[in-house]
């Protein structure tokens, strides 16, 4: 039975994500960048993806075959309660990657079993892309346009009003992904996703409240389309090296605990909004719609508080508003499942928190209707906010 029959109203999942094919990164990728861009070899019964020449660890298992079984890390993932496991004794997994994880037509019936009527879809390995190739922008750039074109051909950027998969835009090259913007929407897109970091250029890496990428948020505002910063490579393992990490991002790693896995999950965020509002872009882009997805919402009080300082320190000389009523205007937030939702509306109000699931990964809620569980202090009408009207508000036209 369906899961909309326990909880009343369809529900719109603000966080799933597919398991892309072997070619996601080549089919459409031009031979001129087939040694620079991302490639895949057979090692024995491994297969192993390169960047340029070099071995990328970002996803271990880039066939996804075997793969875990959905919501099977879930509390690992949230670390509540002592499990003191090392993680592969505790994740499930199946054998071959199931249709539902590759493409829209079985999506769209797991949806109708779980009550879902609408769902953003995001990449898995795509999220390695840019820094795995940050010392050749321009592979990087052909690279995205190419994973960009499979994402169309696979899952289309709106599938029957449903699902809607949000195409990635790197900031490296501003005027390419002003085209990539307008490309993406002309083909449906309703929803674009960024990585939350500094971005790389050719000449240093820029904050992306730089005013040079102006030209890339009035391309979204004009279209209409939300930004989600979604939890990806960031480029932050540069600094958990000097801390004496392994220099190389490696999300699922499995061995002693690092540095890098204290922070690799708020900091990145904070920083991007962060830049977001002191560098200026919310006041130049007032249209301008961003959310945080798979982030948490730890970094969010921390943020409030600094650039609530800030504000009180040097007032109308760095802002135009207290910063808050920025973020209460044009930033939604997806919290993990283990976060404070009631400090999260109090801080920027019920209608900007978003629920995601995170569905099929291992630290997903396997039945995402659960979610609702984790609102039990909020009233009914809040309650269908945060589990469907938000994601309508944050891309409109998306659920008729």
């Not at 603000?14 to 080549?26: K, M, Q, S, V």
């Not at 699902?163 to 913007?181: G, H, K, M, N, R």
């Not at 699922?252 to 204290?262: S, V, W």
């Not at 269908?384 to 309508?392: A, C, L």
């Given at each position: 039975?369906?899961?909309?029959?326990?909880?009343?109203?369809?529900?719109?999942?603000?966080?799933?994500?597919?398991?892309?094919?072997?070619?996601?990164?080549?089919?459409h990728l031009p031979s001129?960048?087939?040694?620079?861009?991302?490639?895949?070899?057979?090692?024995?019964?491994?297969?192993?993806?390169?960047?340029?020449?070099?071995?990328?660890?970002?996803?271990?298992?880039?066939?996804?075959?075997?793969?875990?079984?959905?919501?099977?890390?879930?509390?690992?993932?949230?670390?509540?309660?002592?499990?003191?496991?090392?993680?592969?004794?505790?994740?499930?997994?199946?054998?071959?990657?199931?249709?539902?994880?590759?493409?829209?037509?079985?999506?769209?019936?797991?949806?109708?079993?779980?009550?879902?009527?609408?769902?953003?879809?995001?990449?898995?390995?795509?999220?390695?892309?840019?820094?795995?190739?940050?010392?050749?922008?321009?592979?990087?750039?052909?690279?995205?346009?190419?994973?960009?074109?499979?994402?169309?051909?696979?899952?289309?950027?709106?599938?029957?009003?449903?699902?809607?998969?949000?195409?990635?835009?790197?900031?490296?090259?501003?005027?390419?992904?002003?085209?990539?913007?307008?490309?993406?929407?002309?083909?449906?897109?309703?929803?674009?996703?960024?990585?939350?970091?500094?971005?790389?250029?050719?000449?240093?890496?820029?904050?992306?409240?730089?005013?040079?990428?102006?030209?890339?948020?009035?391309?979204?505002?004009?279209?209409?389309?939300?930004?989600?910063?979604?939890?990806?490579?960031?480029?932050?393992?540069?600094?958990?090296?000097?801390?004496?990490?392994?220099?190389?991002?490696?999300?699922?790693?499995?061995?002693?605990?690092?540095?890098?896995?204290?922070?690799y999950q708020e900091r990145?965020?904070?920083?991007?909004?962060?830049?977001?509002?002191?560098?200026?872009?919310?006041?130049?882009?007032?249209?301008?719609?961003?959310?945080?997805?798979?982030?948490?919402?730890?970094?969010?009080?921390?943020?409030?508080?600094?650039?609530?300082?800030?504000?009180?320190?040097?007032?109308?000389?760095?802002?135009?508003?207290?910063?808050?009523?920025?973020?209460?205007?044009?930033?939604?937030?997806?919290?993990?499942?283990?976060?404070?939702?009631?400090?999260?509306?109090?801080?920027?109000?019920?209608?900007?928190?978003?629920?995601?699931?995170?569905?099929?990964?291992?630290?997903?809620?396997?039945?995402?209707?659960?979610?609702?569980?984790?609102?039990?202090?909020?009233?009914?009408?809040?309650?269908?906010?945060?589990?469907?009207?938000?994601?309508?508000?944050?891309?409109?036209?998306?659920?008729?």
């Amino acid at each position: 039975m369906s899961r909309k029959h326990d909880i009343g109203f369809e529900l719109c999942d603000a966080d799933n994500h597919y398991y892309e094919t072997i070619d996601a990164c080549t089919r459409h990728l031009p031979s001129a960048y087939a040694h620079r861009g991302i490639q895949f070899v057979s090692k024995g019964k491994r297969t192993l993806c390169l960047a340029g020449e070099k071995v990328l660890h970002f996803i271990p298992n880039p066939t996804f075959e075997p793969i875990a079984v959905p919501g099977s890390g879930d509390q690992y993932y949230r670390g509540q309660r002592p499990m003191h496991k090392p993680l592969k004794e505790i994740i499930e997994l199946e054998e071959s990657c199931r249709s539902e994880y590759r493409n829209p037509v079985d999506r769209v019936r797991v949806l109708d079993e779980q009550g879902i009527e609408a769902a953003f879809l995001f990449p898995t390995f795509g999220y390695g892309i840019e820094e795995a190739l940050a010392n050749d922008i321009e592979a990087m750039v052909a690279t995205v346009r190419a994973f960009n074109r499979w994402l169309l051909d696979d899952w289309s950027f709106c599938y029957e009003g449903r699902l809607f998969a949000a195409p990635l835009i790197t900031l490296s090259d501003p005027a390419a992904a002003v085209e990539e913007v307008e490309w993406a929407v002309q083909h449906g897109a309703r929803i674009v996703t960024i990585r939350p970091a500094p971005a790389i250029c050719a000449d240093k890496r820029r904050s992306p409240g730089d005013p040079i990428f102006d030209p890339v948020w009035a391309a979204i505002a004009e279209a209409d389309v939300g930004v989600a910063f979604h939890i990806a490579d960031s480029g932050y393992q540069r600094y958990a090296a000097d801390w004496g990490d392994d220099p190389e991002f490696r999300p699922i790693a499995r061995g002693n605990m690092t540095m890098g896995k204290l922070y690799y999950q708020e900091r990145p965020i904070f920083d991007t909004i962060a830049a977001l509002v002191v560098h200026g872009v919310f006041r130049r882009h007032p249209t301008l719609r961003v959310a945080s997805i798979e982030n948490g919402a730890l970094w969010l009080p921390l943020l409030v508080k600094k650039l609530t300082k800030a504000f009180n320190q040097q007032g109308n000389q760095a802002f135009c508003e207290p910063p808050i009523e920025t973020l209460r205007r044009h930033l939604w937030v997806s919290p993990y499942a283990e976060d404070d939702f009631e400090e999260v509306a109090e801080l920027i109000g019920v209608d900007r928190i978003l629920f995601g699931s995170d569905w099929p990964h291992a630290e997903c809620l396997a039945e995402p209707a659960e979610y609702a569980s984790l609102l039990e202090h909020f009233g009914e009408e809040d309650v269908e906010k945060i589990m469907s009207r938000n994601f309508r508000m944050f891309a409109p036209l998306t659920v008729s």
